[in-house]
């Protein structure tokens, strides 16, 4: 009967995780090897002896740490492993799984997320590694590999997403800096982070949360309910998480309200209705009062909330525009979460245990990029009443749109993460086994709001009015004579209707694993104890499909292009570690991997290894440690077979700009056609990429000269070789620039590939100026190097104070103390720390926390603070120093949550949290222009502000 009833629930768990991945989304990982936790790995086995009776007590000491495939009983290892459990997630105010994981002092680079407005996964959250690539990190769900999500960081690179994991199902997780490969296999560069899920409740519970921000939007609502029961063999836990979070848009907060007033020029309004001569350098902006006579801007005054009026730019000339069009931007995105969650386990004997855990999310999120990604633009005409070459453009605002709120992007994401597998032990001897087959699958929908160029270009050209031939000066533009009345009108929304819609992308990535492993935690007596040895074996197949609708590859979506690209490969690896205790003070440990990557009829393999030491002069005072070790980054799915993906974008023609006199600071006030060119810009995969590969060590210790207190601190070392470098746009434009103009030596390589990739044509605006920048290619290759120091510093402490109840205090330290990276052969290092172009991440990051805890448990208090350390101000970026006029760094950001709780009764908690206590805004960085209308880095910082939550928190029945 119990053998019927699993099998049932097993079938059940099959066809539900894949009936939803079909309908939904979840993504592939590489290969890994998977520390379970202590509960679902530990075994027992009837003891008829003494011997038996020992090992068996010394079984139930042993857990599996992240980073170590075989049970141990000291949690402190020679590599440094960080944890954060449910109740610290709680304690300090963290209201996601990204917010904590962003938080911790190791995660210090700069990374993109929901407010970089038009951004390539605006949808999705991640972190970096002490300003490493977000994709060298490699995450496990309770130790097995975190499929991939769908679209692709920053257009190229593959990662996982953070943004939806459910945190009220969180038991704990892992954080290990430093390369893990010969563990886990690719992408265990920078670290690994395991995020173990719950596999016991102690009874049924509810919990209910609504929160809210002071300076208004970013409404959370979240229910959260689970349950467990045992029957017989078998036991079952499960839980649902419902979350719905309304958007912060920029007019909620004062810093994004308007475009800046406080920066390097005058706040400038969006140029809304604006035709521009094409021939005049300086006042090139003609009138709406010469082209609209006794109009000009009054029909159109009731946009963007009755803010659009006359506008003068200095040096351009007048339009109409509105200063408050900045703040129609999501800074946070809308989001509607369901995550279901069950793990089961059922003892056949005691030698063979079954599990299977299924997580399924569904996650749709919503966001808007503005008016400056909603715009109509002419090509350039010759006006036959001016007598000039112009062009003509016009941004919508929310009352042509309907309202931008009817109009938002929409993503939705469907994942399922399953795994199914026996456990157990070879009858009465040390050897233990483990068999898992893993499923990851993740489907993405993005349906983006569109223009569609054909009938946007049909409606205003109407308005431009017949073409009247070639112009009469011989360079083959159209001659108009444009109804500049109807232009100066608002679009009814009929219209707008009718030339917009949505376009729908569809993104799967997919990942299964078989995987064996063997482990024997007492193979033989060593002088120290127990040598321990586990061995892996494991292969399967993942694949990744990214399909645009085919309205944005044949030109049909105005001024959108997306990526395409799709494939598949076949894996497999092999893992053995030994563990050996030599003496009692000594312990070594030794790992290594072989991993093999089938694909496009090739192959791609890498070794890797491991060596760690432990040594305790002083027994459980002292420890110190170290590891040596390589790891590796085999090429993504979407490195090896994306296909051409093109994209429109704009530059600063640096270069014409600079023959201008327009430099530094001084870049925003270049003519408008030089400051902002149109370009084509192209990427591709290449599948003939080699791994990117990693030496690394790390030298640290632990202290703990008493109980309650521990000290310790690690110094993390990273060589990393073959990186994959795929170079931006404006990069290129200002190496281009310094090329030209002899600051770089224009014979070097970075030299000869800018110029190569940064393509010009046409006729140039003015004599001695080079034609505009009309193309930028940017392929990837294995090219670039990169060197890293870094220092993690922690320490602990917990106290009872008697009849006062406890105390329990925590605080971390990191620093970065060198990071440098080549991106081509030749090229000299750049110094990452003191070349703020190339990265704004933090040196330093410090965050602590003091908390209280009542005798009876009943109160509870805890205070957590945040430093971020100095960070580049906008002017040092763009001149790649410290000290040129107005370039400088910026203050340190520090940030409070308190959280408060309460238990009236036995079962029920009540908790007050306040995010971001003294509502902290990123340092003012007054070196921004005032056509900014996101002064601060969007990479670094957020606009949330303060926001407070209130919980309540019931368990049924007789709960611990």
Not at 254 to 281: C, I, K, M
Not at 678 to 687: L, R
Not at 720 to 744: H, K, M, P, W, Y
Request: aromatic content about 12%; hydrophobic content about 35%.
């Amino acid at each position: 009967m119990l053998k019927s009833k699993l099998a049932a629930a097993v079938v059940a768990a099959l066809a539900f995780g894949c009936a939803n991945a079909y309908a939904g989304n979840t993504s592939p990982s590489d290969p890994a090897n998977a520390p379970q936790d202590a509960q679902s790995n530990s075994q027992s086995a009837p003891s008829t002896t003494a011997d038996d009776a020992s090992k068996k007590a010394k079984k139930l000491q042993e857990v599996i740490v992240t980073g170590s495939l075989i049970p141990q009983v000291d949690v402190e290892t020679s590599k440094p492993l960080i944890t954060i459990t449910a109740q610290q997630l709680k304690d300090r105010g963290f209201t996601s799984v990204a917010d904590a994981l962003q938080a911790g002092t190791f995660a210090t680079g700069s990374v993109q997320g929901s407010n970089n407005s038009a951004g390539f996964t605006q949808s999705a959250k991640t972190l970096s590694f002490f300003g490493l690539d977000p994709s060298y990190t490699k995450y496990l769900i309770d130790g097995l590999p975190m499929g991939d999500f769908p679209a692709l960081y920053n257009g190229s690179e593959a990662f996982n997403n953070l943004a939806s994991i459910p945190i009220e199902m969180i038991d704990h997780i892992d954080i290990l800096p430093g390369g893990q490969s010969s563990i886990y296999g690719s992408d265990a560069i920078a670290g690994v982070i395991n995020i173990v899920l719950k596999k016991t409740l102690d009874a049924p519970v509810v919990d209910a949360r609504f929160g809210w921000h002071t300076g208004g939007g970013g409404a959370d609502r979240r229910v959260y309910a689970a349950d467990g029961f045992t029957w017989g063999n078998l036991n079952f836990v499960g839980g649902i998480q419902v979350e719905s979070i309304e958007p912060i848009w920029g007019f909620d907060r004062s810093l994004t309200r308007q475009y800046f007033t406080q920066g390097t020029t005058p706040a400038t309004a969006s140029r809304d209705y604006l035709v521009l001569s094409e021939t005049q350098l300086v006042n090139a902006y003609y009138s709406p009062n010469q082209l609209n006579p006794g109009i000009g801007c009054s029909a159109v005054t009731g946009q963007f909330g009755g803010t659009e009026q006359l506008q003068n730019r200095a040096n351009h000339g007048q339009y109409c525009g509105s200063q408050d069009s900045a703040g129609y931007v999501t800074e946070t995105n809308k989001q509607n979460t369901v995550n279901l969650y069950t793990h089961a386990t059922y003892d056949l004997n005691s030698n063979v245990q079954l599990y299977q855990t299924l997580l399924y999310t569904y996650d749709q999120q919503k966001f808007s990029a503005g008016s400056n990604f909603l715009f109509w633009q002419s090509p350039i005409y010759y006006d036959a009443n001016l007598g000039d070459f112009v062009l003509a453009q016009h941004a919508f605002s929310p009352e042509e749109a309907g309202g931008y709120q009817n109009i938002l992007d929409n993503n939705v994401e469907n994942s399922v993460y399953l795994s199914l597998g026996a456990k157990g032990g070879f009858g009465q001897s040390n050897w233990d086994y483990d068999l898992t087959f893993n499923h990851s699958e993740d489907h993405l929908q993005e349906r983006t709001f569109q223009r569609w160029t054909t009938a946007i270009n049909n409606y205003f050209g109407n308005i431009l009015g017949p073409n009247l031939g070639p112009d009469p000066l011989g360079f083959g533009y159209p001659t108009y004579t444009p109804n500049y009345q109807a232009f100066y009108t608002p679009v009814p929304n009929s219209a707008f209707r009718a030339f917009t819609g949505y376009s729908e992308t569809y993104a799967k990535t997919w990942d299964n694993m078989l995987r064996g492993q063997v482990t024997n935690s007492s193979l033989f007596s060593l002088p120290g104890g127990d040598a321990g040895l586990a061995t892996v074996i494991e292969g399967g197949n993942q694949g990744w499909n990214y399909s645009p609708d085919p309205r944005t590859l044949d030109g049909e979506t105005y001024e959108f292009t997306d990526v395409s690209g799709a494939g598949h490969r076949s894996r497999y690896a092999g893992t053995v570690e030994f563990n050996a205790p030599l003496f009692k003070m000594l312990t070594v440990d030794m790992s290594g991997r072989y991993d093999d990557y089938n694909v496009a009829g090739g192959t791609v393999s890498h070794a890797t290894y491991n060596l760690g030491v432990e040594f305790r002069p002083f027994g459980d005072l002292l420890l110190l440690r170290g590891t040596y070790g390589t790891a590796f980054k085999a090429p993504t799915l979407p490195d090896e077979f994306q296909g051409p993906s093109g994209y429109y974008s704009s530059v600063v023609d640096y270069y014409n700009c600079a023959k201008l006199g327009y430099t530094g600071g001084n870049v925003a006030n270049c003519p408008g056609q030089l400051s902002g060119e149109q370009f084509f810009g192209q990427q591709s995969g290449n599948p003939k990429l080699q791994p990117i590969v990693a030496k690394t060590f790390n030298l640290g210790f632990v202290l703990s000269p008493f109980e309650g207190f521990s000290l310790k601190s690690d110094y993390y070392h990273y060589n990393i070789r073959n990186e994959v470098e795929v170079q931006s746009s404006d990069f290129l434009a200002q190496t281009e620039s310094n090329c030209r103009l002899g600051i770089f030596d224009i014979n070097s390589p970075t030299c000869q590939d800018a110029l190569a990739k940064v393509i010009r044509s046409g006729t140039p605006l003015a004599p001695g100026l080079l034609p505009p920048i009309t193309e930028i290619l940017t392929p990837k290759v294995n090219v670039a190097r990169e060197y890293l120091n870094a220092v993690i510093t922690e320490a602990n402490y917990s106290h009872v104070i008697g009849p006062y109840g406890s105390i329990d205090v925590k605080t971390s330290w990191s620093d970065i103390m060198t990071h440098r990276q080549q991106l081509l052969p030749g090229d000299p290092f750049i110094n990452l720390l003191r070349e703020p172009y190339y990265s704004t991440e933090f040196k330093s990051r410090v965050d602590g926390s003091v908390g209280w805890l009542s005798p009876t448990q009943t109160w509870g208090v805890t205070l957590y603070g945040i430093r971020d350390g100095a960070s580049p101000n906008y002017l040092a970026t763009l001149d790649n120093n410290y000290y040129s006029p107005g370039a400088g760094k910026l203050a340190p950001w520090i940030r409070y949550n308190l959280t408060a709780s309460y238990s009236p009764i036995k079962n029920l908690a009540l908790t007050l949290d306040i995010v971001n206590v003294l509502n902290k805004m990123p340092p003012l960085d007054r070196s921004y222009p005032g056509t900014e209308s996101q002064p601060f880095n969007q990479l670094n910082y957020d606009v949330n502000g303060r926001e407070f939550f209130v919980e309540a928190t019931y368990k049924f029945g007789n709960a611990k």
